[in-house]
């Protein structure tokens, strides 16, 4: 019991988002490279089909779809939405000649990293902090001890736990913005 919250929580939480940023970067380096740019144009559509798709975890979750397990769904959500946001991060690339795209992928990356902080740190943590309480009570310290030896443990968990409140309002934002950069496409786009 001696890891600290943020060595056995947050650390891998921050590996898996950097690893989502490197793999974006990797990815766009690899399409100028070869001269596939024009790959990336197309990547927003898969991306967000599997955004969408993961959304069915939340029906589930919310029993508005019967069918499956609420743990498997929940998988697939976590797949879906880190690999379409992969795809629509490189889909944006590093160009800056738009602003409600740029305005979409950063609501996107908010609401990817608010649905992150869910999945690997609240219920880990929460864990974390209540082990560590039992762990000490165990070996007969005082309450206030306890909750002294927990304290910064148990801030940083409180702090997570408000920051997850932000995940459906962003998304909503996300959506809002992604909604409003996919009809721009269709108005303005030359089809011909």
Not at 160 to 172: D, E
Request: aromatic share 12%; net charge positive.
């Amino acid at each position: 019991m001696t890891h600290n919250l943020w060595r056995s929580h947050i650390l891998p939480f921050t590996l898996l988002v950097g690893l989502l940023g490197a793999a974006t970067l990797v990815g766009d380096f690899l399409l100028h490279r070869f001269n596939l740019v024009w790959i990336g144009r197309y990547l927003g559509i898969p991306g967000t089909l599997l955004i969408i798709a993961s959304l069915f975890y939340s029906l589930r979750k919310r029993k508005m779809i019967a069918s499956g397990n609420v743990k498997s769904w929940l998988r697939m959500h976590e797949v879906g939405t880190w690999l379409g946001s992969l795809m629509v991060l490189l889909h944006a690339g590093i160009h800056f000649n738009a602003i409600l795209p740029w305005l979409a992928t950063v609501a996107m990356g908010v609401n990817v990293i608010s649905g992150m902080v869910g999945k690997l740190l609240l219920g880990r943590s929460r864990e974390h902090v209540l082990g560590q309480r039992d762990h000490y009570q165990l070996r007969g310290m005082s309450k206030e001890d306890i909750e002294r030896a927990v304290f910064w443990d148990a801030v940083t968990l409180d702090a997570m736990a408000k920051w997850r409140k932000v995940h459906i309002p962003i998304f909503i934002v996300f959506a809002v913005l992604a909604l409003g950069h996919i009809l721009s496409i269709f108005l303005f786009w030359g089809w011909a």
